[in-house]
């Protein structure tokens, strides 16, 4: 059953199924809040000989090693910036993928998110600061295009000339989630799209349809996205969450 459940559709479960994928997108939340650098710290009691400082304090010793140091891995820090698109061409998955944010910001301190159908709304307080459905509830009403239409270039350009100098860092990676169908200008999208790259270390794009073995990204505004995407990657099951994970991971 597992086997199955980390296959199957998000679109496609009942009310059983998503309570048990939104343990399994805990899990990968809290791998990732975890995820080691390649710098240590001095720890007291580590899992690792620190030889330098050890050598160091037998000194005192007359070079007898009765001080032993130890040290650990340093945690990295993420810093993730989700836009998540809550049209109504996304009404099968936005839901749970609102679910897969609120995993990640319980256990990832450095994350912004927002969302966007024709105007870009920032969420990271409200879903912070209530439970899930409390939030998902405030949600519907606070964004009132929820199931609207699409207008991503304008979101993006909002996103850029208002948000990013103060959001993004050296290290921001931005996540864009979303079917890319756009009723905007393509050109407004591609030009805010090359804007965003060069600003942000790395940027990931996640479409539920390109887990579709017939997908092809033929629509205008993914057309528009995709040459200044890093990853373009499926989001449509607990399996591509878990690909996710590990292309996220090596990032900070």
């Known amino acids: 059953p597992d086997e199955v459940l980390t296959q199957k559709d998000f679109g496609k479960m009942d009310a059983q199924e998503i309570w048990l994928m939104q343990q399994v997108v805990a899990q990968i939340a809290r791998k990732l809040a975890t995820a080691l650098g390649r710098r240590y710290r001095q720890q007291t009691g580590g899992t690792q000989l620190d030889l330098r400082r050890s050598w160091r304090r037998s000194l005192k010793y007359g070079g007898e090693l009765l001080d032993l140091a130890t040290r650990e891995r340093k945690i990295k820090k ?121 600003q942000a270390y790395r940027l990931i794009w996640l479409n539920p349809l390109l887990g579709s073995p017939h997908y092809q990204p033929i629509c205008q505004g993914m057309q528009a996205a995709l040459p200044y995407i890093d990853y373009f990657l499926p989001v449509h099951n607990v399996e591509s969450l878990v690909r996710l994970g590990k292309t996220l991971q090596p990032l900070w």
């Open 78 to 198: 993420a810093k993730l910036i989700l836009l998540c698109d809550v049209s109504g061409s996304m009404d099968h998955y936005s839901r749970f993928l609102l679910q897969f944010i609120y995993a990640l910001q319980k256990e990832l301190r450095g994350i912004e998110t927002l969302v966007f159908s024709t105007r870009l709304t920032r969420i990271t307080d409200l879903l912070r600061k209530r439970g899930l459905e409390e939030g998902l509830e405030a949600l519907a009403q606070q964004v009132h295009d929820w199931s609207g239409g699409t207008n991503i270039g304008a979101c993006l350009r909002t996103f850029n000339r208002h948000l990013a100098r103060r959001l993004l860092g050296r290290k921001t990676v931005v996540m864009i989630m979303s079917d890319g169908w756009d009723r905007g200008d393509p050109r407004l999208l591609a030009e805010e799209m090359s804007r965003l790259s060069r």
